[in-house]
């Protein structure tokens, strides 16, 4: 095979991945809530699952100076996929990249308000995964 022949089917592999990255930014994330309790043990529990440009559940309201444990995973599939929060004026900063195998993030928020997190992966030139609405909100209250 040529050398042009090599680059027709290289542009035309590179359209083919644009097009299936792109079908994921035109779906929309509906908000999907989830209202902490408090355990025995004082501890608030959520688990998160992260893919597809989702986090399931993506506004998460948790009491302030209560300790909590968000357990993250991952869906099957080869797109990496992390969870990040950049808050910490209110005790919540961490970047856990996700897995099909559960992990743990522990942290005691201590402000009230709104706090974003997202997924901070990005392939190439394409749309971040946050972009792509990978993003939800954590709520404190009083």
Do not use: W
Request: net charge neutral; hydrophobic share 40%.
């Amino acid at each position: 095979m040529n050398s042009l022949g090599r680059y027709l089917i290289l542009a035309i592999l590179l359209s083919l991945v644009s097009v299936s990255f792109s079908f994921g930014a035109e779906e929309s994330n509906p908000r999907k809530v989830y209202l902490a309790t408090i355990d025995p043990d004082g501890v608030q529990r959520v688990a998160i699952v992260g893919g597809g440009y989702f986090f399931d559940p993506n506004y998460i309201i948790v009491k302030v100076n209560v300790p909590v444990e968000l357990t993250v995973t991952k869906e099957k599939g080869f797109v990496p996929h992390n969870i990040v929060m950049q808050s910490p004026e209110a005790g919540m900063e961490f970047t856990q990249d996700l897995t099909t195998s559960p992990k743990i993030i522990s942290f005691t928020p201590t402000k009230t308000g709104t706090f974003p997190f997202y997924c901070s992966k990005k392939l190439l030139f394409f749309e971040s995964h946050r972009d792509k609405g990978m993003e939800g909100t954590l709520e404190v209250r009083e």
